[in-house]
C-alpha cells in the first residue's frame, strides 16, 4: 500500500515540475508552427518598426490578431532555441492568411539564420504544437 502512494506522489511530482514552466498568466492555442530564413529579397528585416532585424530564437512572424511585442512561449521548442520564449516581431502572407494550416488554425513562422535549418526544425520538430501567448 505504502509504495501506491510512494508512485502516486512522484507522479504528481512530475506533473507538477512539467506544468512549473507554463505561465499561469497565458492563452493555449494549438497552431501550426512552420520556421523560415532570409530569402535575399528582404533579408532579415521585420515589420516590427521598434526592432532592426530578425533574430534567431527570438523573433516570430504571427497573425494581426497578435501585436508586435507579445511575447509567446512554446514547450517543445525549449532548449532548442534558448528558453523556448519567442517574441512576435514580424507578419507575412503564409501566416496572415494561415496557409500553412489551411485556414483551421494559427501559424507562427520561426525564425532561423539559414535555409538548412529551416530544413532540419521542420522534419525533426512537430508540425502543430502548443503555444502559450504570454500576457503582461
Known amino acids: ?8 506522489i512522484a507522479l504528481m511530482t512530475t506533473c507538477c515540475a ?4 507554463i505561465p499561469t498568466n497565458s ?19 521585420v515589420a ?34 534558448d528558453d523556448g520564449v ?3 516581431q514580424d507578419r507575412g502572407a503564409a501566416v496572415t492568411k494561415k496557409r500553412a494550416s489551411r485556414g483551421r488554425a494559427y501559424v507562427f513562422d520561426i525564425y532561423v539564420r539559414t ?8 522534419r525533426s520538430n512537430s508540425e502543430y504544437m502548443k503555444i502559450y501567448m504570454i500576457k503582461e
Do not use: Q
Not at 500500500?1 to 502516486?8: N, R, T
Open 1 to 8: 500500500m505504502k509504495s501506491i502512494y510512494v508512485i502516486l
Open 18 to 21: 512539467y506544468n512549473k514552466d
Open 27 to 45: 492563452t493555449v492555442y494549438n497552431a501550426r508552427v512552420t520556421f523560415y530564413s532570409n530569402d535575399g529579397r528582404w533579408g532579415s528585416r
Open 48 to 81: 516590427d518598426t521598434k526592432t532592426t532585424r530578425a533574430k534567431e530564437g527570438v523573433t516570430v512572424a504571427a497573425h494581426p490578431d497578435f501585436k508586435f511585442g507579445t511575447k509567446v512561449y512554446i514547450p517543445e521548442l525549449k532548449n532548442k532555441f
Open 86 to 88: 519567442f517574441i512576435v
Open 115 to 122: 535555409h538548412s535549418k529551416v530544413r532540419f526544425c521542420a
